[in-house]
């Protein structure tokens, strides 16, 4: 068992906060690779030591492998935490951290290999038994023709390695797909270097449903389920748990076939298993499973009171889990905000700038995970969430108004943010009646257009 005294953040945002937090409450230091635009960021200040890794362009600072591993090795960290996204999944980061001698607070080489690829990540799906929606892996029309013939239309273009939405294709017709098959696969090759597409069964009604795994090697638990239904262009928006609405058998369902595809691949560490329900047949289909902590990974900890960065740093310690399942119980209900600085009237454009006030509103049942302080500089390099709002109350209904009061009262000015819509979102029957698919944020724009053009 290694104990880990020094960790190298190699990432920026709310998450390196996050992780600080974490670490100083395990008496750790950490050290912050930042890049030159964010030295004078609250990670910054927060960490026990900030090294520049670069250049503002991520490509030559945050997702320089070569560079992260030496900055680490050369402050004397025994670890990395790579938080989620920029190489959070990235083999390479993972195998040059065992090879200088420096814990990966993450899952194995092989793990990734076994779920960085969607294809790979599905053929462990069908050798677990666990459900895959229907359909297969495509390079031509015929190829795509034939398996839409078996399936019936509409289809779902996906990329391989991809994620949030670049090279996904929704395919109506036979007469569609040469070109949706084309474009994906461009799309696919200039976002990740990797062109290779499949295609499976568009679900018409359909919820993103995901479990959080803990895992030790040994022990494999779950820690209940997410709701991520609402969704733009295939980015989550808003995040809940647990999951309201589901039937209790298509529930246990997904979270058995989570820990089977867990204990499967033999995956260490945190993980979430994503899957879609089919509402219209009361099924559930595996999606991919991501070998990182989750942006939402707050709501698992407001219903269950576990600190999952604690846990996956003890789990890379080698510490056995001191957990069984029967000690996760799940309390209440918890709703997750993601707070972008982006314009809903101009197509969600983001909205780089300085933030002049930052003041979130200290009442009971709200959580806030956020790197912005006054005179914080929005850079338009980086992802443009700026704040996590995460909302618990003992009933949904209850968690729906702590929200909605912390969204009315909150202070983020400089820039515009996407708080008018999440106020909408709150205000909204149907998602206060709870259960939407992925569907209805779409739905919800569409109807709140008409209205606003109306008012001005």
Partial sequence: MTKIRRIFIANRGEIAVRVIRTARALGIETVLGVSEADRDTLGAKLATRTVCLGPAAATQSYLKVETVVEAAKGTGCDALHPGYGFLSE?????EACAKEGIVFIGPS???????GDKLTARNHAEAAGVPLV????IETAEEGLAIAKDVGFPMLIKAVSGGGGRGMKRVNSAEELPKQIDMAISEASAAFGDGRIYMERFVTVGRHVEVQIISDGETVIHAGERDCSVQRRYQKVVEEAPAPGLPPKLRQGLLDAAVKYARHINYVSLGTVEFLVDVEREEFYFLEMNARVQVEHPVTEAI?????????IAIAEGEALALTQDDITLTGHAIECRLNAEDMDRDFMPSPGRVTQAWFPPIPGLRVDTHMQPGAMISPYYDSMVAKLIAFGETREKAVEVMATALRVTELTGVTTNAPLH??????AAFQAGGVDTNYLPGLLARIAPAKEAAE
């Fill in 109 to 115: 080489p092989d793990n990734l290999d076994a779920v």
């Fill in 423 to 428: 106020m909408a979102i709150m205000d909204d």
């Fill in 134 to 137: 229907p359909g297969g892996s």
């Fill in 304 to 312: 269950t009171g576990l600190d999952l960065i604690a846990l996956q």
């Fill in 90 to 94: 990235n083999k390479r980061l993972a």
